[in-house]
């Protein structure tokens, strides 16, 4: 009879482990949209991106169909890592849409989230 309770816990303990990360790698994606600084970006709408990221092509091809080729600036951080530590990318993709008044708004994770806000 122990050996049945042993068993019922450690599958219980299994499903609790199972459900916590399928709970925190569907929300790690959501991080939350922050007013920042445009690190003397001038308006427009940037991507953040980098080779070694497993999402970045999917993010631009959905910013080159709603937007078209050309529509936005990308930065990877190959190339271009200063605006990263400016304006706090901590995760790519990102977008960041800076405004005619010089304030931005950061978008991790797909572009979805900023596609709705133009």
């Known amino acids: 009879m122990d050996e049945i309770w042993v ?3 450690v599958v219980a303990a299994a499903l609790l482990v199972a459900g916590s990360i399928a709970i925190w790698r569907r929300t790690r994606g959501r991080s939350p949209i922050r007013e920042v600084s445009s690190a003397g970006l001038g308006p427009g709408i940037y991507f953040f991106s980098s080779a070694t990221c497993p999402t970045c092509k999917q993010a631009r091809d ?3 169909r709603v937007l078209g080729e050309g529509a936005y600036v990308e930065l990877r951080w190959e190339e271009q890592p200063a605006p990263f530590a400016e ?7 990102a977008v960041l849409i800076v405004t005619a008044s010089g304030n931005g708004r950061l978008f991790p ?3 979805d989230r900023a596609l709705s806000e133009l």
């Open 7 to 9: 068993r019922v816990g």
């Open 87 to 93: 304006i706090g990318v901590d995760a790519v993709p």
């Open 109 to 111: 994770g797909r572009p």
């Open 62 to 64: 959905e910013l080159d």
